[in-house]
Every structure is written in structure tokens, then in C-alpha cells.
């Protein structure tokens, strides 16, 4: 259990919480049918975090998450532009935004020296979550000693405190994300302020995508903003239930993933491991695939309607 706790319980907890805190916010994208705003923040953020090394020197998480936001404001900004000025679709501008900014963020890796620091490409795309390790644990009392606590990787401790910021923002203002993700027009005649409410969503999923950088990668962080959310909304028509369900989801793609990443090549046979990211996003597929499948809001109704 020891060499469990040392080894994995580190990585597994910062997958977990990962896709949990992406899991959650990627319900509020879904209802309001933002989901691609999600991938355009994940791309676009990378720029704003390599502009932070570069002014401050370090990875310092401060300095990270103020140039991601002001990256996923700019890149907002410049999507809304886009669409008034060239008259395109949501989808197009965002495609462009995105795509640019992430260019612009693996150019500026090459050009700043950040590759010294362990912020390159591979740690961009698949993050570092085999790295995660907690040599202090020497048994279940280090999960309350706060020496050994102390020592927790910064990746794991700086995603509990996202999700825990999360779980505030959703039970703080959860009926007026409710009601402008269902009826926007009446809930700015009442003051609520819809614009108000998708800066706060925006903020709160630019800070998920940049704690998930560093342990997950861009493409899990993707598939956890998306796959829960979606996966929820085939089994549920209920708001307080696309939540739970996208949770469970969430644990399951996080925890899953990671246990197929170690169980799958045994299995068969491989003298490699799987990179435990990738196959999160793997297991969030083939999730999505079941609930599609034999989910009531899926291709079980569509047969049935037929």
C-alpha cells in the first residue's frame, strides 16, 4: 500500500480531480451549446501560459493562470470579432482562433527557452502525470499528516484547489447559471445578466484548463470538457442530474483511464506502458459509446421511436 501511495495515489488523484473540475464546467458549455468554446480555451490558454514563464522566469502557478485568462479573454474577444466582422459561424471563428493561438504558444515554447523548465510539446499534448510521485507517503496517516500532505506534488494540490473552487462557483450561482443556460432573454429582463454570468463560466474553465495542463495535456483536457457532459446529457434530462451523472462520468474516465493505462499492456503483453492520458480520453469514448447506445436520450429511443 506504501509503495501504492508513493507511486500512483498522486497521479490517480490529480487524473481524477482533473476530469471532475473540466467534467463539471463542461456541463454549463454543453447547455448553453458552447462545447467548442471549451476546445478553443484549452488550445488558446497555451500562449497566455508561456508569456507568464517568459515575464516571470518560472512556473510559478500565479503568474501561469493570470496569462492563461488574459490568453482565454483575448482569444474570446477575438472570436466575437471575428464573427461580426467576417460574418462567420461560431464554429469557423473559433476554429480560427483557436488553431492560431495554440500556433502561436508552440512558437513561443521554441523561441523563449521554456523547454528548460518542462513546458514543451509533449508536456503540452500529454502532459505529465507518470511523473507525479509522492515519495513522503509512508501509509494512510500521510493522507492527514500535513508534513507529508505538504509534500504532494504542486500538480495534485493546485487541482484540489480548482475543484473545490468550482464546487463553490456551481453552488454559489447555481440557479442563475440554470436559468441562463435555459431561458437567457428572461434572465437578463430580471437582472441577472447572462454576459456577466458567461465571464465568471469563462474565468472558471480558463483556470481548470491551466491546472489540468500540467498534469493531463491538452487532450485530455478536451475530452473531460466534452466527454462527461455529453455522456450525462444521453442519460438524464435533469439539471441537478446531468451534474451527478457527469461526475461519475468523470471519476470513472479519470480513474479508468488510469488503471487501463497499467492494466491493458499486461494484458496483452506489451514491454511498454500506455500513456495514462491518452487512454482516459479512450475510456471516455467508449463511455460515450455505451450511453449512446443503450442510454435513454441515445440510439436505444431513436429504435424505439421507429
Not at 33 to 44: F, K, N, T, V
Not at 91 to 99: E, L, P, Q, T
Not at 215 to 223: M, N, P, W
Amino acid at each position: 500500500m506504501t509503495l501504492f501511495l508513493q507511486l500512483d495515489f498522486a497521479a490517480l488523484s490529480a487524473a481524477v480531480l482533473a476530469c471532475l473540475a473540466c467534467g463539471l464546467l463542461g456541463n454549463l458549455l454543453l447547455l448553453t451549446r458552447q462545447s467548442l468554446l471549451g476546445d478553443a480555451i484549452s488550445h488558446s490558454v497555451l500562449p497566455g501560459l508561456v508569456m507568464g514563464f517568459i515575464v516571470t522566469g518560472t512556473r510559478a502557478t500565479l503568474p501561469m493562470v493570470l496569462g492563461a485568462m488574459a490568453a482565454a479573454v483575448i482569444a474570446a474577444l477575438l472570436i466575437s470579432l471575428i464573427r461580426r466582422l467576417a460574418r462567420l459561424e461560431a464554429g469557423a471563428a473559433m476554429g480560427v482562433v483557436f488553431s492560431g493561438m495554440f500556433a502561436l504558444g508552440i512558437v513561443l515554447i521554441e523561441v523563449s527557452g521554456a523547454r528548460a523548465v518542462d513546458l514543451d510539446v509533449d508536456c503540452v499534448l500529454y502532459g505529465q502525470l507518470e511523473a507525479l510521485i509522492w515519495p513522503a507517503a509512508t501509509g494512510f496517516s500521510s493522507l492527514w499528516d500535513p508534513a507529508a500532505l505538504a509534500d504532494m506534488p504542486q500538480e495534485t494540490r493546485t487541482l484540489a484547489g480548482v475543484l473545490a473552487l468550482t464546487l463553490a462557483g456551481l453552488a454559489l450561482l447555481w440557479k442563475e447559471l440554470r436559468l441562463a443556460a435555459f431561458d437567457p432573454d428572461f434572465a437578463a429582463s430580471i437582472g441577472f445578466a447572462p454576459r456577466g454570468l458567461s465571464l465568471v463560466v469563462l474565468v472558471l474553465v480558463s483556470v481548470a484548463c491551466v491546472a489540468a495542463f500540467w498534469a493531463v495535456g491538452s487532450i485530455l483536457v478536451i475530452a473531460a470538457l466534452v466527454a462527461p457532459a455529453a455522456i450525462a446529457r444521453l442519460l438524464t434530462d435533469s439539471y441537478r442530474g446531468q451534474f451527478l451523472i457527469s461526475a461519475a462520468a468523470a471519476v470513472a474516465m479519470g480513474a479508468g483511464g488510469y488503471g487501463a493505462a497499467i492494466a491493458v499492456p499486461a494484458l496483452l503483453g506489451l514491454d511498454h506502458g500506455l500513456n495514462a492520458a491518452g487512454m482516459m480520453a479512450v475510456v471516455a469514448g467508449f463511455l460515450l459509446v455505451l450511453a449512446w447506445a443503450f442510454g435513454p436520450y441515445g440510439r436505444s429511443r431513436r429504435v424505439a421511436m421507429a
